[in-house]
């Protein structure tokens, strides 16, 4: 079981960064792939990012390749996004999931995921 908590939001202008970090408890966490999505007023969830559980392999939202990275720390227990040249579209409040499968056919899906954090807000200013 893995326990998940966001941090790193805020409110910041365009073009501007953020790196959010999603720290983990648990002591199977380096077993899961951790995953971004983030959830805007009046849209349904969408996935952002994924990263495997040995960090091997990563996966992006087409809207957020080239801009946003996402890595972990497995002996920090911690997965981070950083999220460079950011545009007003990209508000929204952000969650990071741990899942237990593996693969961009799974870890694009927000159902294929079984732990959620409480989120954290991004506000990116014009």
């Known amino acids: 079981q893995a326990q998940l908590e966001e941090s790193g939001g805020g409110l910041v202008q365009a073009g501007g960064s953020l790196r959010l970090s999603c720290a983990a408890s648990?002591?199977?966490?380096?077993?899961?792939?951790i995953g971004w999505f983030r959830h805007a007023p009046g849209k349904e969830r969408e996935f952002v990012a994924a990263?495997?559980?040995?960090?091997?392999?990563?996966y992006y939202a087409d809207s957020v390749k080239g801009r946003f990275t996402i890595s972990r720390d497995n002996a920090k227990n911690m997965v981070y996004l950083q999220m460079n040249s950011l545009k007003p579209e990209d508000t929204a409040v952000y969650y990071c999931?741990?899942?237990?499968?593996?693969?961009?056919?799974?870890?694009?899906?927000?159902?294929?995921?079984?732990?959620w954090g409480q989120g954290t807000q991004v506000t990116v200013s014009s």
């Open positions: 999931a741990a899942s237990g499968r593996s693969g961009s056919y799974y870890l694009l899906r927000r159902n294929e995921y079984d732990y």
């Open positions: 648990g002591r199977t966490f380096s077993s899961y792939a």
């Open positions: 990263i495997s559980w040995d960090g091997g392999s990563r």
